[in-house]
């Protein structure tokens, strides 16, 4: 027996196609497996549940091909500054109108009121197949008893082919409408989603090749377009994106992007691939990470209080958190900037920090109170950069800065940039240069400044510690920055 290049058997004539399995499989499976194996696979050549499938699968039994992977350009062209050297502290010219911040309605002080997990929506569970906690939500989903039979067997293309087999001819739709149920109840974005899938093929299945089988099927029949490859005699599974991952392998087919998730800033051992090129029928749509609304976990509520010095007075804020909806966002690979720049934060931190501002800046002109949410965002957190304190480049959501201790310049221009836009309503866009991250305001004052289309912005820098706006770091001043980010207009 030979292997060809894309995992195929060459079989001698001298053997028989059933004498060859039999060969196969009775030095690795005893005589009650083999029996359950053969009728397992005579049982999945029934008509498939959809017609689309028969004409897929045939399809991936035909020859595939072999694909170079391409690592993903990095976020940074260059090391960001391992450490920021402060300015002198200066007070800013007290310019513009006076402020009143408004919110939505009175909040009590957090030390005031007692903790309160919001309710959340039920979603039954007693009576499903399978049960599992997703971000502290109990959930449920049928499963069919034939998945447990669905094995890469053999490890080649035949094994794929033998796997979708099985679960075409499944009842998988009790799975689908369980999945789509949760999806709407929690409100899941993309992301979500491909978290909920993993998380449910990781319950059914133990071995890593299994699992990326199990969750290509379902996210094709949800309508992703996916694919799988073969490396090494295992299973490879990539995601369609429009938008680029950074620091993830990706393959080109048909001039789209297809990204391995689970290779996420890790170097791939073997960057080449045997797979198809032709999509499964109607499934279209890309993984789109963008995170407009915020799931909607069960609640983990913690509290913090962070503070920072200014002309000798110590300033405090204090917020609740969600520990359900950090570890969600711990998750994310890199995904552009946009992204980040344009999500929310969770309603309860964002009027517990509102209202400590408020309370701070309220009465003052617009310039001295801009100024001190800027000198917040520089003071009340430690700099360090991701390679530092994480290992690899990990870009922060607004929840997320809040959350941890340390951070480095793009977690703070996204902080800052969501909160001077929601505060005071004024345009913000975000700066990124070759090694750094800046923010620049579209507001009348003078002092360093970057122009955007025929607008010119004026630079706010939430990492350059003392620095007032208008002041850029003395290295980024003659520079001129490699993009800009746009933060959307109606922020949550």
């Known amino acids: 027996m030979q292997i060809n290049k894309v995992g195929g058997l060459k079989l001698y004539k001298r053997f028989g196609l059933f004498s060859l399995i039999y060969l196969l499989l009775s030095s690795t499976l005893v005589a009650g497996n083999f029996e359950n194996f053969k009728r397992t696979q005579n049982s999945a050549f029934a008509k498939y549940r959809d017609e689309k499938d028969v004409a897929f699968n045939n399809y991936l039994k035909a020859p595939w091909q072999e694909y170079t992977a391409k690592e993903s350009k990095p976020l940074y062209e260059r090391q960001k500054p391992k450490s920021i050297t402060p300015t002198l502290q200066k007070k800013i010219k007290s310019v513009g109108p006076r402020v009143n911040i408004k919110l939505q309605k009175k909040v009590q002080r957090p030390q005031e009121r007692p903790t309160v997990t919001l309710p959340r929506p039920q979603i039954a569970q007693n009576s499903k197949d399978i049960n599992l906690i997703f971000f502290g939500q109990e959930i449920g989903i049928d499963v069919d008893a034939r998945f447990k039979n669905a094995k890469f067997y053999p490890q080649n293309q035949s094994g794929i082919s033998n796997f979708f087999d099985i679960l075409a001819s499944s009842d998988y739709e009790a799975t689908l409408r369980d999945i789509n149920t949760i999806t709407k109840k929690l409100v899941l974005n993309d992301w979500g989603i491909y978290l909920l899938v993993n998380s449910l093929s990781s319950t059914l299945f133990f071995n890593p090749d299994d699992k990326k089988l199990f969750s290509w099927f379902v996210f094709n029949k949800l309508g992703y377009e996916v694919k799988i490859g073969l490396a090494d005699k295992h299973v490879v599974l990539m995601h369609y994106s429009e938008k680029i991952i950074y620091s993830t392998p990706n393959y080109s087919f048909n001039k789209k992007r297809f990204y391995i ?182 507001i009348p004052v003078q002092g360093d400044s970057v122009k955007a289309g025929r607008r010119k912005f004026v630079i706010a820098d939430p990492t350059y510690i003392n620095a007032n706006i208008g002041q850029s770091m003395p290295q980024y001043k003659s520079k001129i920055p490699q993009s800009f980010i746009v933060v959307k207009r109606d922020l949550k």
Not at 314 to 328: E, G, S, T
Not at 355 to 384: C, M, P
Not at 388 to 417: H, P, W
């Open 261 to 442: 998730i689970s290779s996420y800033a890790r170097k791939s051992s073997n960057n080449k691939l045997y797979t198809y090129e032709q999509s499964y029928p109607n499934a279209i749509k890309p993984l789109d990470l963008s995170l407009s609304i915020l799931p909607n976990f069960e609640q983990d509520i913690k509290s913090k209080t962070v503070s920072f010095e200014q002309f000798g007075v110590v300033y405090k804020a204090a917020y609740k958190y969600d520990k359900n909806l950090i570890d969600f966002m711990a998750t994310y690979p890199q995904a552009d900037y946009e992204t980040y720049f344009n999500s929310p934060m969770s309603k309860e931190t964002y009027e517990d920090i509102a209202q400590d501002l408020k309370r701070y800046v309220d009465g003052k002109k617009a310039s001295v109170a801009i100024n001190f949410v800027l000198n917040f965002v520089q003071k009340a957190f430690k700099y360090e950069v991701d390679q530092t304190q994480f290992g690899r480049e990990k870009v922060m959501f607004s929840n997320e800065t809040l959350f941890y201790d340390k951070s480095d310049c793009e977690d703070r221009a996204i902080l800052f940039a969501y909160l001077v836009k929601k505060l005071f309503g004024i345009t913000v866009i975000g700066v990124k240069y070759k090694d750094h991250m800046a923010t620049a305001l579209y």
